[in-house]
């Protein structure tokens, strides 16, 4: 086993545990996903050996490869983290147990559509562009409520919160944006109380994301070091 994922693993662990008993405002429930992506599964076997069992995955394929090369990992949960084309809506379907991106009804419709009737339903989170990016993806913060029952309404779908990728901020400080977060969740729990999940924080601001409310933190630099660059669909 790569003693550095299991100690980085085991790292972030230590310093989750830490933060939930020191702070009481942080979520009991909050979860780490360690983010795969371009990662050979060699490095995915070793993490799950160390005790991990939620990975992210931005790329379609990589998805597709590594769900059905680890098929027999059956506590595996795959989360879907990366931006979505309708022409692999299909896969995500197929392979995903959650997926963070969604911002167009027309590819909530067909995630709903593909799902495969022998699955459970899939868990989805609604991507805001809380910082107002011009580029990033994610719908705007004023959207998430009408948003939000259009998807509640699609039979295979299980509407479970909100998920964003700040802008990146001065000292990793992302105060103000955790907080609109954290507000709109709350809004959103209004409405649709089962929709609790608030996916945000990443290796860089993760502490801070817990302390307004995140439930899902996800590291991949912080448990498998850097990303080497290289080309993908």
């Known amino acids: 086993m790569d003693n550095n994922i299991?100690?980085?693993?085991?790292?972030?662990?230590?310093?989750?545990?830490?933060?939930k008993q020191k702070n009481p405002s942080v979520r009991a429930d909050a979860q780490l996903i360690a983010v795969s992506k371009t990662?050979?599964?060699?490095?995915?076997?070793?993490?799950?050996?160390?005790?991990?069992?939620?990975?992210?995955e931005n790329?379609?394929?990589?998805?597709?490869?590594?769900a059905t090369a680890l098929a027999e990992l059956t506590d595996l949960e795959w989360h879907f983290i990366g931006p979505i084309q309708s022409n692999k809506t299909r896969d995500i379907a197929k392979f995903a147990s959650w997926v963070h991106s969604v911002d167009r009804l027309k590819i909530a419709e067909r995630l709903s559509a593909q799902r495969p009737t022998d699955m459970p339903t899939l868990k989805?989170?609604?991507?805001v562009n809380i910082s107002d990016e011009s580029s990033k993806a994610g719908i705007a913060a004023a959207e998430v409520l009408p948003f939000a029952a259009q998807i509640a309404a699609l039979p295979n779908l299980q509407l479970a919160g909100l998920m964003a990728i700040p802008a990146p901020a001065i000292d990793?400080?992302?105060?103000?944006?955790?907080?609109r977060m954290q507000a709109?969740?709350?809004?959103?729990?209004?409405?649709?109380?089962?929709?609790?999940a608030l996916s945000m924080g990443m290796s860089d601001d993760w502490q801070q994301a817990l302390t307004f409310g995140a439930t899902m933190i996800r590291l991949g630099t912080a448990i498998f070091g850097a990303r080497e660059p290289q080309p993908h669909e």
């Not at 050979?40 to 991990?52: D, M, R, V």
């Not at 990793?172 to 907080?179: H, P, R, V």
Request: net charge neutral.
């Open 6 to 19: 299991a100690e980085r693993l085991n790292s972030a662990y230590r310093q989750l545990a830490e933060i």
């Open 39 to 56: 990662k050979p599964i060699s490095l995915i076997q070793e993490a799950y050996l160390a005790g991990q069992r939620l990975f992210g």
């Open 59 to 66: 790329y379609v394929q990589e998805l597709v490869d590594k």
């Open 124 to 127: 989805v989170l609604i991507q």
């Open 172 to 179: 990793s400080d992302n105060s103000l944006a955790f907080a």
């Open 184 to 196: 709109l969740s709350a809004q959103l729990q209004q409405q649709f109380p089962q929709a609790r």
